[in-house]
T-cell receptor, first 116, second 113 residues
């Protein structure tokens, strides 16, 4: 079956612009995660959704970052007033929703964001 | 706060050599522990996991045992293949509140034929 997909695969923007990154989870997965990964580092947790609600958004770095999942499937990560330091690979993962401690997270290929 | 420390790479081995990648953690409560792998040009995928102390996770010839007394979850494989060349990430999720997965920095493995 189809895995997690993310669009676009690459996004180049200018400092100060607004960007949206999209994640399509595996069908039927109720849990969805966003991560940010800088070169040479492990993924850094941003936010976790269970259904439509953000169960844990403690990883969002500041109020320029916001994520939604209005119908409990597709999610959009929104970044306002982008800064050069936001340049990274943004990863999305989904899981069946039995519980993060035991679930297998399935990762998408990522969106590489470059802020000039 | 919770954290994961894994050995720095790159690790370069010859085919059929024994592999150990060290991982230690700091966490409150009883976290679940994971190893993820990223093959060249592919996305992250779960390799194995252990959810309680003394559990052993295993997959594709890789093993890791959850050692609470040493707060470790070292990854081992008895005989590596060229196809095992990848970046390996150790990770944890605490069970004491929140759903944040904490990843280590990753260890790159090169296996030479």
């Amino acid at each position: 079956g189809a895995g997690v997909s993310q669009t676009p695969s690459n996004k180049v923007t200018e400092k100060g612009k607004y960007v949206e990154l999209r994640c399509d989870p595996i069908s039927g997965h109720t849990a969805l995660y966003w991560y940010r990964q800088s070169l040479g580092q492990g993924p850094e947790f941003l936010i976790y959704f269970q259904g439509t609600g953000a169960a844990d958004d403690s990883g969002l770095p500041n109020d320029r970052f916001f994520a939604v999942r209005p119908e409990g499937s597709v999610s959009t990560l929104k970044i306002q007033r982008t800064e050069r330091g936001d340049s990274a690979m943004y990863l999305c993962a989904s899981s069946s929703g039995q519980g993060p401690s035991t679930d297998t997270q399935y990762f998408g290929p990522g969106t590489r964001l470059t802020v000039l | 706060g919770n954290s994961v420390t894994q050995m720095e790479g790159p690790v370069t081995l010859s085919e059929e050599a024994f592999l150990t990648i060290n991982c230690t953690y700091t966490a409150t409560g009883y976290p679940s522990l994971f190893w993820y792998v990223q093959y060249p040009g592919e996305g992250l995928q779960l390799l194995l996991k252990a959810t309680k102390a003394d559990d052993k996770g295993s997959n594709k010839g890789f093993e890791a045992t959850y050692r609470k007394e040493t707060t470790s979850f070292h990854l081992e494989k008895g005989s590596v293949q060229v196809s095992d060349s990848a970046v390996y990430f150790c990770a944890l999720i605490s069970n004491t509140g929140g759903f944040k997965t904490i990843f280590g920095a990753g260890t790159r493995l090169f296996v030479k034929a």
